[in-house]
T-cell receptor
Framework: GENVEQHPSTLSVQEGDSAVIKCTYS??????FPWYKQELGKRPQLIID?????GEKKDQRIAVTLNKTAKHFSLHITETQPEDSAVYFC????????????FGQGTILTVHP | GAGVSQSPSNKVTEKGKDVELRCDPI?????LYWYRQSLGQGLEFLIY????????KSGLPSDRFSAERTGGSVSTLTIQRTQQEDSAVYLC???????????FGDGTRLSIL
């Protein structure tokens, strides 16, 4: 089955800096890669996603890049703000286990004012 | 409804008891997913439904776990003879179709004494 590795496990940045979180996946058939933000005690919220026919997608301060050959994808947050502090999860889906998402272990992002 | 609704929000029960968790997906969403999140961990896939069928139930940890969905809407996850290791937050998500963006509910926090 699919296996998703996420790094780093914790990330601390100053307000205004950029943050990058990286994930690798194992199933070359996976074709859908969402990112979720989860604040303490809250539900995971979808912030951006990308499909395998696209190399990059951007939404305001957030961007995701995908390298199918290397089987890795990354989340980029620019001009970070304290309210960006949360746990971020990457996931992969649509492969041999069509429908389900396999999640990474999460990255705790802390943005210091 | 406006979002995925789960009940109860919290459940405390004694070891050995059976529990039933409920998920009401977003109206019109045909796919429904159950995940489990242990404290400080990522999301672990349990089962997903497309309509009333469960194409993938590979994540169910043991035969004490079962789920059903009737009428293509509400789903229930049942855990029989609960064990302490079943303590976790059980999250439900729904999407318009399989391999489409998944939207999560607030979860049920299950505590086994």
């Amino acid at each position: 089955g699919e296996n998703v590795e996420q790094h780093p496990s914790t990330l601390s940045v100053q307000e205004g800096d950029s943050a990058v979180i990286k994930c690798t996946y194992s199933d070359s058939a996976s074709n859908y890669f969402p990112w979720y933000k989860q604040e303490l005690g809250k539900r995971p919220q979808l912030i951006i996603d990308i499909r395998s026919n696209v190399g990059e997608k951007k939404d305001q301060r957030i961007a995701v890049t995908l390298n199918k050959t290397a089987k890795h994808f990354s989340l980029h947050i620019t001009e970070t703000q304290p309210e960006d502090s949360a746990v971020y999860f990457c996931a992969a889906g649509g492969g041999t286990s069509y429908g389900k998402l396999t999640f990474g272990q999460g990255t705790i992002l802390t943005v210091h004012p | 409804g406006a979002g995925v609704s789960q009940s109860p929000s919290n459940k405390v029960t004694e070891k050995g008891k059976d529990v039933e968790l409920r998920c009401d997906p977003i109206s019109g969403h045909t796919a429904l997913y159950w995940y489990r999140q242990s404290l400080g961990q990522g999301l672990e896939f349990l089962i997903y439904f497309q309509g009333n069928s469960a194409p993938d139930k590979s994540g169910l940890p043991s035969d004490r776990f079962s789920a059903e969905r009737t009428g293509g809407s509400v789903s229930t996850l049942t855990i029989q003879r609960t064990q302490q290791e079943d303590s976790a937050v059980y999250l439900c998500a729904s999407s318009f179709w399989s391999n489409q963006p998944q939207h999560f509910g607030d979860g049920t926090r299950l505590s086994i004494l």
